[in-house]
């Protein structure tokens, strides 16, 4: 009798045992982030791979700046010595001119057709490059400012300096992350799983620090220079929309037409006067602050 | 066993009691006009309470030594009592009676220096707190603050607290991490914080006041001595709570003259080479 409920007991054991499994395993799978579903496996949604021809043109350029250039706004990092010490002329880089150039414009190919067979490059696969691309936090600020990257290239951020930062990347269609960085701690590693231009970086220690990255389903992408100049290389023969962005100027778009080896110019031109800011400061919604007269009001 | 406790509280007791006397660990040098009457204020609470501690604590010993039980037995056995109300009504009312003049002796220093307005001729900052840094704005050569306004707030343009540039009076406006004021001199602060409740502490000030989203909270004080003191965040206020510090400097009157009237930009440089120059603690001037 009791060898009957004790072997019973242990097939109800077993069962639970068994229930809980699979009920883990089931949950397991589903915080397998489903952003990873759409994009993980590009090749599946995004159709064709493109296999170089060898007849790829190039888009050059230069981003022109018109306005008045604005004064360099210098930074006291006062609060945190070492980062004076590393970077004492600090200024900030939301607009950076030089000789009537922009630099820190985030170029990329939106959408288009290729010459060839008419496919939109949407829907074509590229090769994703094998080359890491740092981000760097160096003297309290990011270098470079603005950094392109393709869906599932990997990205790796860096501390060099002698104190602790903290990386938030505030994706919107990409996991984010929000990490401390102490000094000498190993890069992070991270890849993005979807097109997105472009995610803020800030760093939560020293607000002043920002970056974008720039995440895009192709290979077709540039920054500019200090000079103002950008280079995309390798683009299929075809007509495409080309978007120059701008933290605090905004987003010009642009149509145009790269013939077979072709190598072709085209210039972008940023006012300084009221353009779209795609940085409003305005995510903050404030009611006037009460002046409380029992504390020595005004 | 029982007087082996005994013994142990009243030795516990001497030490406590010795940690203060010794004074090794009080508070640090006070560096306000209003220190003194906060220190005076605090030392006769603590006299108080230190006395009632001290009775308290030799009075247990001497239940614990002569009713303890023992092994060797010779002790006197413990009686029930259902105690003495009127002994109660009497230390009651001498508790409250305590309690209630040291709060109202306190509140005047307090009041001094959170109900009342700030002395005329006051230097006037104000502060705005945020996640994990302090922006202090001073209102530059021409004494007159620029307007501030939310939808401003860029942190990436170094504009942590929404100053339009535009607006009268802001062109000569400085905001800067450090709070920098003058010796002898009153000076108000404005506070306020730009997204949790966050509190402003030096412990040379006598001094720490929260700083909460949505007011204006004005608060006043006249430094003493120069020199140069930490300020810290004493609400946590998030991850990084730890990483929002900054430095008090107070300056002879020449030195802050001469720098509160600069324009921003050698005004931020001026103030990182005063913070190089000034040792933590106060100088004499």
Redesign the interface.
């Known amino acids: 009798m009791m060898m009957k409920r004790a072997q019973m007991l242990l097939l109800l054991l077993a069962v639970l045992g068994l229930l809980t499994l699979s009920m883990a395993s089931c949950g397991g799978g589903e915080e397998d982030d489903d952003l990873a579903e759409d994009d993980a496996s590009p090749a599946e949604s995004a159709g064709a791979k493109y296999t170089p021809s060898g007849n790829e043109g190039t888009v050059t350029g230069t981003i022109a700046f018109t306005g008045a250039v604005p004064e360099p706004i210098s930074i006291s990092m006062d609060a945190d010595a070492t980062c004076g010490a590393a970077n004492p002329n600090a200024v900030v880089e939301d607009v950076v001119v030089k000789d009537g150039k922009l630099g820190n414009v985030f170029i990329y190919v939106k959408d288009g057709k290729t010459a060839d067979d008419g496919k939109n490059i949407a829907n074509l696969t590229f090769d994703v490059p094998t080359e890491t691309k740092t981000l760097d936090q160096k003297g309290c600020h990011y270098t470079p400012h603005v950094i392109g990257v393709m869906v599932g290239q990997k990205l790796s951020v860096t501390n060099s300096d002698k104190t602790s930062h903290n990386v938030n990347v505030q994706a919107k269609s990409n996991p984010q992350f929000n990490q401390s960085q102490t000094t000498g701690a190993p890069p992070i590693e991270k890849t993005f799983v979807r097109a997105e231009t472009l995610i803020p970086v800030k760093c939560q220690v020293h607000p002043w620090m920002k970056s974008y990255i720039g995440v895009v389903k192709h290979p077709f992408h540039a920054v500019s220079g200090e000079d103002g100049t950008y280079e995309i290389k390798g683009l299929p023969a075809g007509t495409y929309t080309l978007v120059a962005w701008h933290e605090k100027l905004g987003e010009k778009t642009q149509s145009v037409t790269v013939g077979a080896k072709e190598s072709k110019a085209q210039d972008f031109s940023f006012g300084g006067g009221a353009t779209t800011s795609l940085q409003p400061g305005g995510s903050f919604e404030m009611l006037p602050a009460l002046d409380l007269p029992m504390l020595g009001g005004h | 066993m029982g007087r082996a406790l005994a013994v142990f509280i009243w030795v516990m007791t001497l030490a406590t009691v010795w940690m203060f006397v010794d004074g090794r660990w009080w508070f640090p040098e006070s560096i306000t006009a209003h220190g003194p009457a906060y220190d005076r204020q605090f030392l006769i609470s603590i006299i108080v309470v230190g006395l009632t501690f001290a009775a308290a604590q030799i009075g247990l010993g001497v239940m614990l030594w002569r009713y303890g039980s023992s092994r060797r037995g010779g002790n006197e056995r413990a009686v029930y009592s259902h105690g003495s109300n009127r002994l109660e009504v009497v230390w009651t009312i001498v508790t409250a009676v305590i309690f209630v003049s040291l709060g109202l002796m306190g509140q005047r220093v307090w009041a001094q220096l959170?109900?009342?307005?700030?002395p005329a001729g006051s230097a006037q900052i104000r502060v705005t707190a945020?996640?994990?840094?302090?922006n202090f704005h001073y209102p530059g050569a021409d004494n007159k603050f620029g307007r501030t306004d939310?939808?401003?707030?860029?942190?990436?343009?170094?504009?942590?607290i929404?100053l339009d540039e535009d607006s009268p009076g802001a062109k000569d406006d400085v905001?800067?991490?450090?709070l920098a004021v003058q010796v002898d001199r009153p000076v108000e602060l404005?506070l306020?914080a730009?997204d949790v409740t966050h509190s402003i502490w030096v412990p040379e000030l006598r001094f720490k006041q929260d700083l909460v989203?949505?007011?204006?909270?004005?608060?006043?004080f006249t430094p003493v001595k120069t020199g140069k003191f930490e300020l810290a965040c004493a609400e946590l206020c998030g991850?990084?709570h730890y990483?929002m510090?900054?430095?008090l400097l107070v300056l002879p009157e020449n030195e802050y003259r001469e720098m509160a009237a600069l324009p921003p930009?050698q005004f931020?440089?001026r103030?990182?080479e005063l913070?190089k120059k000034y040792p933590l603690g106060s100088v004499p001037h």
């Not at chain 2, 959170?114 to 700030?118: K, Q, S, T, V, Y």
């Open positions: 959170h109900f009342n307005n700030a945020q996640q994990f840094q302090w939310p939808a401003k707030i860029a942190d990436a343009s170094a504009n942590f929404g905001v800067v991490p450090t404005v306020s730009r989203p949505g007011l204006n909270i004005s608060v006043h991850q990084l990483k510090k900054s430095y930009a931020k440089t103030m990182t913070l």
